[in-house]
């Protein structure tokens, strides 16, 4: 890193070297005049400047870093709009509690009002989506700024930091001295040990209990935590969003995705059961706003932000705590106070007649599976990918509409941080800058992303970004000629699709990323489905994989969408 003699220092050198004393490795970016103060120490310094196609892929980066590595990930974009175009990015964050530092330059405070390039009220425009804003208007005070950001971004429930720097501001000069470098990361992984005993009396008095683990679970580091939780109690436990894996879909005790619509055993258990334990996720429309729970179950609601305890639900023992500290807490008292024995085997009733209703509940989607049809159905698409991402150090992605939803309802996980999509915000076009950003961090492991047609199209060029860099990620499009969610809830909703907006057609996408240097397949036949997988990983190169899936699939997701709110003609 570039370095001034004497003892005064730029403020744009002060932001670079708290970055690098925060241990960044990325940041996710575009360059622009504003930032470019902070670009010039950061050439050639132990911090990557990843340069994207387009704003928004630079926040989806550095959200998809931040959802595998539980750190925050660091988006950096010029001002006005380089900022508006990374908004998107950061309000999928906000709702995904991802940490997250987006640092934006903008006008020198001398310009401010007198209609400078790119001149805009920044901070009022983010402030609702995310968790604070910070706008340093002195140079010596830059440093404390970024470790200001930083800690809020992890601290608590983690989301994203806005953090500005007028032009001015980094070009200023400032005797180094004068300059404040605190480095500050408060541990607040708090455990309400009296809730922890309420819930295992509740817990000793129910006959069919589940645990639903979602996001909090993963933040908060719980997976060992709620492994042994789960085995101690013999409980079942189904898992959500980033919290996927936190107990491996494999474990006996463990009944896959949380989703009601997802084949297997979830909509039965949520039908039965006397005790919802949810830990660390949102009560949602993920579960109808908590109306597909026994209207009778009693429920337990475990969360770091008070705010979201009750949402949509009475909960019967709200506890507020960090997910991995409470379920530490819990494993104590039944070790210390030898329960295990009495408890783990209390369900094991309850446990059979899940599994027979997840032998039941997959039956019918069995032919889905496995159907032979042409155009492929999009659910033998995804049982294809995940079949074959059958490591369990694989990453796989998915982005569209219709086409998580497959996917949701298809990909098993057994290693947590290891599969990424939208989640509730619903965003499209996260896929190929979380496919990157899942590449550039574990670059040994196979990366897979499941796009739709439609949301390929928004960051399209990030293939060429991979191309570029050598990230050769897979990508298969579920090529269903257009906006398929949307079709299809339009057909249920007035009787037909509007073709505006629903009908792309086809495209050769797979010739598109050929033009650009990367390696195209095209695939009709399901039979081909898995000789193209295994030649795109052969390759050792990016490669697109345009699958014609059948138009005329509608999905759970379609469905639910068609019945939002109420319509009249």
């Known amino acids: 890193m570039s370095s001034d003699s004497g003892s005064s220092v730029s403020g744009g050198q002060l932001v670079a070297e708290a970055l690098l004393e925060k241990n960044v490795e990325y940041i996710f970016t575009l360059s622009g005049g504003h930032i470019t103060p902070i670009y010039q120490f950061l050439e050639n310094s132990g911090i990557t400047l990843f340069d994207t196609r387009h704003e928004q892929a630079a926040a989806f980066m550095a959200e998809a870093w931040g959802k595998m590595t539980r750190t925050p990930g660091v988006a950096m974009v010029t001002a006005g709009p380089g900022f508006t175009n990374c908004l998107t990015g950061i309000a999928s964050s906000f709702f995904s509690n991802t940490p997250l530092v987006l640092i934006a330059g903008c006008v020198g405070l ?13 901070e009022a425009v983010i402030s609702p989506m995310v968790k604070k804003t910070l706008v340093c208007h002195k140079p010596e005070r830059v440093w404390e700024y970024v470790d200001m950001a930083f800690r809020t971004a992890a601290a608590g429930r983690p989301g994203p930091v806005y953090l500005e720097f007028p032009v001015d501001v980094l070009n200023a000069r400032v005797d180094r001295s004068a300059a404040r470098t605190p480095d500050t990361m408060p541990d607040s992984r708090t455990a309400d040990r009296e809730g922890a005993r309420a819930m295992l009396d509740m817990i000793n008095r129910a006959e069919k209990p589940v645990v639903i683990a979602g996001s909090g679970a993963w933040q908060s580091g719980a997976e060992e935590a709620l492994t042994a939780f789960i085995v101690n109690t013999g409980m079942p436990v189904f898992t959500s969003l980033t919290g996927r894996g936190t107990v491996a879909d494999d474990h006996p005790l463990c009944f896959e995705g949380a989703l009601a619509i997802r084949p297997g055993a979830a909509f039965a258990a949520y039908l039965e059961t006397d005790l919802v334990i949810v830990l660390g996720t949102r009560i949602s429309l993920f579960y109808m706003f908590g109306e597909v729970f026994n209207p009778d179950a009693k429920i337990v609601q ?26 530490a807490a819990c494993n104590r008292i039944i070790e210390r106070e030898g329960l295990s024995g009495d408890m783990k085997n209390r369900f094991s009733g309850w446990i059979e007649k899940l599994r027979a209703a997840d032998k039941d509940g997959k039956e019918p989607a069995e032919k889905d599976w496995t159907s032979d049809h042409a155009p492929i159905h999009p659910m033998r698409l995804a049982r294809e990918v995940d079949v074959f991402m059958d490591r369990r150090e694989d990453i796989v992605v998915a982005d569209g509409g219709d086409t998580t939803t497959w996917m949701g309802m298809t990909r098993r996980i057994n290693t947590p941080g290891r599969y990424l999509d939208y989640g509730i915000y619903g965003s499209l076009a996260v896929g190929l800058p979380y496919a990157n950003a899942a590449k550039l961090k574990y670059p040994e492991s196979r990366v897979l992303l499941v796009s739709g047609d439609g949301s390929i199209g928004f960051n399209f060029m990030e293939f060429e970004n991979a191309i570029r860099k050598n990230l050769p990620v897979v990508v298969v499009i579920a090529n269903d000629l257009g906006w398929g969610m949307i079709r299809h809830s339009q057909e249920i909703r007035i009787g037909h699709a509007i073709s505006a907006g629903t009908w792309i057609g086809r495209v050769d996408y797979h010739k598109m990323v050929e033009a650009i240097g990367g390696k195209g397949f095209f695939v009709e036949d399901p039979a081909e489905i898995r000789p193209a997988l295994e030649a795109a990983f052969a390759s050792g190169k990016v490669c697109c994989i345009n699958v014609m899936t059948d138009p005329t699939t509608v999905s759970p997701g379609s469905m639910a969408l068609a019945n939002v709110g109420a319509y009249k003609a």
Do not use: T, W
């Open 110 to 122: 001398d310009n401010k009002e007198r209609l400078d390039l790119q001149d805009m009220p920044q």
């Open 302 to 327: 475990v969360d770091i932000k008070e705010e979201e305890i009750g949402r949509n639900r009475q909960v019967d023992l709200p506890v507020v705590s960090d997910v991995k500290a409470y379920l």
